[in-house]
């Protein structure tokens, strides 16, 4: 299957400053990526839908001011975790997903723990 | 509006006897319907994924599992559990294969 690659795997940073989460389809262009928030022994929960080149869509109670998300490139999402307080703290997954070019399925990162201290 | 609801948080098998996770569904249309994987600090891996085509999907790794309409239910079986099918599992939803929605998931343990 196609491969989708975050970076970095795991960050620690304090709380107040900033972090950036990178997500790339390395198989596919994909149209759309979509991250997910995971807290311990919890489901995925949709944070935000980005296409290429538009701005996100964020789900409701995501606060778009501080998840920051860029959808630059066909192969490239970013999302910026402003002014972290340690409530941030979790597992964050991005997916990607190209309609035909990725056999209409959504491939999912390995996931980045970020860890607010 | 679409969800899921997977029934079993925790489910606990001996290595060789079959597992069965189940996962009953709401959707307003026919919906698509996925079983995921997730191993330890390892990234969703698709088991397998229900189209409206045959009621019965196989998956990798000896995974299958069936559509009943009439209950709403897609659970998930194996026929004889393997110690490295220790993970946590998720049912997931989607009305147009573009917006998942995921279950709370199920976490299988296997004993030896």
């Known amino acids: 299957g196609a491969v989708v690659s975050q970076h970095p795997s795991w960050v620690i940073c304090k709380s107040g400053t900033s972090v950036k989460i990178e997500c790339r389809s390395l198989d596919f262009q994909a149209t759309t990526m979509f991250w997910y928030r995971q807290f311990p022994k919890q489901s995925l929960m949709l944070m935000a839908t980005s296409n290429e080149g538009s701005k996100a869509t964020y789900e409701q109670g995501v606060e778009k001011d501080k998840f920051l998300i860029n959808h630059a490139s066909l192969t490239l999402s970013t999302l910026t975790v402003t002014s972290a307080h340690p409530e941030d703290s979790s597992f964050y997954i991005c997916s990607a997903y190209g309609g035909e070019l990725s056999s209409y399925e959504q491939y999912f990162g390995p996931g980045t723990r970020l860890t607010v201290t | 509006a679409q969800s899921v ?85 998720f049912c997931v939803v989607s009305e147009n294969d573009y917006k998942l929605s995921f279950g ?5 343990t296997v004993r030896a």
């Open chain 2, 5 to 89: 609801t997977q029934l079993d948080s925790h489910v606990s098998v001996s290595e060789g006897t079959p597992v069965l996770l189940r996962c009953n569904y709401s959707s307003s249309y026919s919906p698509s319907l996925f079983w995921y994987v997730q191993h330890p600090n390892k990234g969703l891996q698709l088991l397998l994924k229900y189209t409206s085509a045959a009621t019965l999907v196989k998956g990798i790794n000896g995974f299958e599992a069936e559509f009943k309409k009439s209950e709403t239910s897609f659970h998930l079986t194996k026929p004889s559990a393997h110690m490295s099918d220790a993970a946590e599992y």
């Open chain 2, 104 to 108: 709370a998931g199920t976490t299988v």
